[in-house]
Nanobody, 115 residues
Framework: QVQLVESGGGLVQAGGSLRLNCAASGITFNILPMAWFRQAPGKERELVAQINYNYRNTYYADSVRGRFTISRDNAKRTVVLQMDSLKPEDTAVYFC????????WGQGTQVTVSS
């Protein structure tokens, strides 16, 4: 059974930082590209950052490049998104999943950035 559990969200002022964590089970984690997605109110879910299975390649959306850093630990089956210099437009529910994503999604973690 696939299980993705996101944590680490919260309320932060603009310019602040948050560290999101995702714990995965029920998947062949160490061969899958993993990613963080986000969905803001009234908007479609979008890809924020991706890291391939062997840690070598990463991708970032233009809107977060230089501010967010994605990392993974295959032994612990976790994916981390370090978010710095947060902006109000980063406010959204953040999800982790493989990329391309599986049909199962976790509950996500809410990130709210105040101006």
């Amino acid at each position: 059974q696939v299980q993705l559990v996101e944590s680490g969200g919260g309320l932060v002022q603009a310019g602040g930082s948050l560290r999101l964590n995702c714990a995965a089970s029920g998947i062949t984690f160490n061969i899958l590209p993993m990613a963080w997605f986000r969905q803001a109110p009234g908007k479609e879910r979008e890809l924020v950052a991706q890291i391939n299975y062997n840690y070598r390649n990463t991708y970032y959306a233009d809107s977060v490049r230089g501010r967010f850093t994605i990392s993974r630990d295959n032994a612990k089956r976790t994916v981390v998104l370090q978010m710095d210099s947060l902006k109000p437009e980063d406010t959204a529910v953040y999800f982790c999943n493989s990329d391309p994503p599986m049909t199962s999604w976790g509950q996500g973690t809410q990130v709210t950035v105040s101006s």
